[in-house]
């Protein structure tokens, strides 16, 4: 059983030499290294063909993209394993997680995704986020999963087909719902598999997020009552948050 881990970046040069060494750190035998990269200016190439040159990065591509989704597709195609994780330029691998994985994958084959658990980092604080419950039901809410946790043989991307480059933040998402539909099993790993840091696109994004979310919902025939149900729940909070945020300026 061969994995790949794919790395997406643009102008990542403070955070990625991070993240590759959190990669090739890892004791996970027969190990390929993909990162695809969106024609960085700021060093971010450099980086990567260093790594490139010791043959810790098995290889790379530097040009432009059409977004997010976009890249992921060329790192999918670039990819010979059985089994696919994705780990952004500014997240890292937990120390031990993919030789975790790798030997789940082993024993049980390879004809389901794996999914574990995240650590969030923000001030120096470090919280562990567990997979939603309920995912049938949580679905209508967000990602019952977090993508820098979540492992995707190869077979389920061929069968399901990758990410759709309609979307800006919720690709993951779309995925996930269209796998479901398909009848693809969803493994839970009670293992802490990596470290996620606050601050990328979809975290800036949150209400764009959402309508975004709403969007996939209607194009994959869910039932919209409650995917309008919570929708209205999730925009409400986030007037809420911003009221609260405004509220806490003024008194300052």
Not at 119 to 142: G, N
Request: net charge positive; aromatic share 12%; proline share 4%.
């Amino acid at each position: 059983m061969k994995l790949t881990i794919i790395t997406v970046s643009f102008n990542s040069a403070k955070t990625l030499e991070r993240t590759i060494q959190s990669v090739i750190s890892q004791n996970c035998p027969g190990l390929e290294y993909v990162i695809v990269d969106g024609g960085s200016t700021d060093g971010t190439v450099d980086i990567i063909r260093k790594y490139h040159a010791s043959g810790h990065v098995t290889s790379f591509i530097s040009e432009k993209d059409a977004g997010i989704s976009d890249a992921f597709n060329k790192g999918i195609a670039m990819s010979t394993g059985d089994v696919i994780g994705m780990i952004n330029s500014d997240d890292q691998y937990v120390p031990g997680a993919l030789e975790k994985v790798h030997k789940i994958y082993e024993q049980q084959g390879t004809d389901f995704v794996l999914y574990g658990n995240m650590l969030r980092r923000s001030d120096s604080k470090t919280v562990r986020i567990r997979p939603r419950p309920l995912k049938r039901l949580w679905i209508y809410v967000d990602c019952p999963y977090d993508h820098p946790t979540v492992f995707v043989p190869k077979s389920v991307y061929d069968k399901v087909k990758p990410y759709n480059t309609n979307y800006r933040y919720s690709m993951d998402y779309d995925f996930y719902v269209r796998a479901m539909k398909a009848g693809v099993q969803f493994r839970y790993l009670d293992e802490d598999i990596a470290f996620f840091s606050t601050g990328g696109i979809s975290s800036r994004s949150a209400r764009e997020c959402h309508r975004e979310v709403l969007r996939i919902q209607k194009a994959n025939g869910m039932f919209m009552p409650l995917s309008y149900l919570t929708y209205a729940m999730k925009m409400f909070v986030n007037l809420l948050k911003r009221a609260l945020r405004w509220t806490t300026v003024c008194t300052l």
